[in-house]
């Protein structure tokens, strides 16, 4: 049996950390139950799929979920705290899972913090501590937990750059490509281009902008190409989802691939939408940006 301990949950996080390359590539469900350390299976997950995985001799919890539009979502309070409901029971009880929470909580241990955007799919958020709890409200506090991590000797070096990835992430950025792939069908929204790992989940209004949230309806999947195009400004995509190329580019020839990805657009509109309404491009966000595409134009 594998013992419960810091120097397991660390290896556990290296893991996951490396498997989701720092958090940006999800993990699928099988990955996650199919999980071995030191050749022993741990599921980080609920095989039954619940919100909170409590391997059976383990003191504490080792991971908790939170699946978008789930029963209960969390919310988030500040950057890098939650609140994070309880677990309720088919009668409407606070369940028994909940108890090694509670123990973490008393004891400060670091758990595991997966965020579910669509079935199967799962991306590493962190590693987070119960910081507080509510019994009137159901709810406990959980905090990123950069720094809460007593460092042990031994593993030292891999807990230092654990925290330090955790410091440097934006955490909200692979949530964000999660939704903007899954609306736009993993295809590029000017081009087409159906290649996941040729895309990027672009901005329409930058993350230092006031209107620059990490929201799908902020977002647009667009292949490298699209996307340096149209931060540079040399593509403007007007309220309409029209496409307009900038007059220095149209007056450039340079062969078949510029002649495809930038000379045909003009005229055209965006080629991928996603399905659902709420999930488009903000005409106003799109304004701004066009606004700035003609001042260079
Ligand atoms: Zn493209």
């Not at 490396?18 to 958090?23: K, M, Q």
């Not at 309409?240 to 220095?248: F, G, M, Q």
């Amino acid at each position: 049996m594998i013992e419960d301990g810091d120097i397991t949950r660390t290896r556990i996080y290296a893991d996951v950390m490396a498997a989701s390359n720092d958090g940006t590539v999800p993990l699928h469900r099988d990955w996650l139950l199919g999980y071995e350390i030191d050749g022993e299976r741990l599921p980080l997950i609920d095989p039954q799929g619940r919100g909170i995985r409590n391997p059976g001799d383990w003191r504490y919890t080792l991971s908790v979920t939170t699946t978008e539009n789930g029963k209960y979502p969390d919310r988030e309070t500040q950057p890098g705290v939650w609140q994070y409901p309880y677990c309720i029971n088919k009668h409407g009880n606070v369940d028994s899972s909940n108890s090694k929470l509670f123990q973490a909580h008393a004891d400060g241990v670091p758990l595991l913090y997966f965020y579910k955007p669509m079935p199967y799919t799962y991306l590493p958020v962190g590693m987070v501590v119960p910081i507080a709890r509510d019994d009137s409200s159901e709810e406990f506090t959980i905090a990123l937990s950069e720094g809460r991590v007593p460092l042990s000797t031994s593993s030292s070096t891999v807990e230092r750059k654990w925290t330090e990835a955790l410091v440097q992430r934006r955490l909200h950025q692979p949530r964000f490509r999660a939704l903007v792939m899954s609306a736009y069908d993993e295809r590029c929204a000017i081009c087409a281009l159906p290649e996941a790992t040729l895309l990027d989940a672009a901005h329409i209004r930058g993350d230092k902008d006031p209107n620059g949230q990490p929201v799908v309806e902020n977002g647009l999947a667009l292949c490298s190409i699209h996307h340096r195009a149209y931060d540079n400004r040399q593509i403007g995509i007007d309220e309409d989802l029209r496409l307009h190329v900038r007059k220095d580019v149209l007056e450039v020839t340079d062969g078949p691939v510029w002649e495809h990805a930038l000379l045909e657009l003009p005229g055209r509109s965006l080629s991928v939408v996603p399905k659902s309404r709420k999930d488009r491009p903000d005409p106003y966000r799109l304004g701004l940006t066009f606004k700035e595409y003609l001042e260079q134009a």
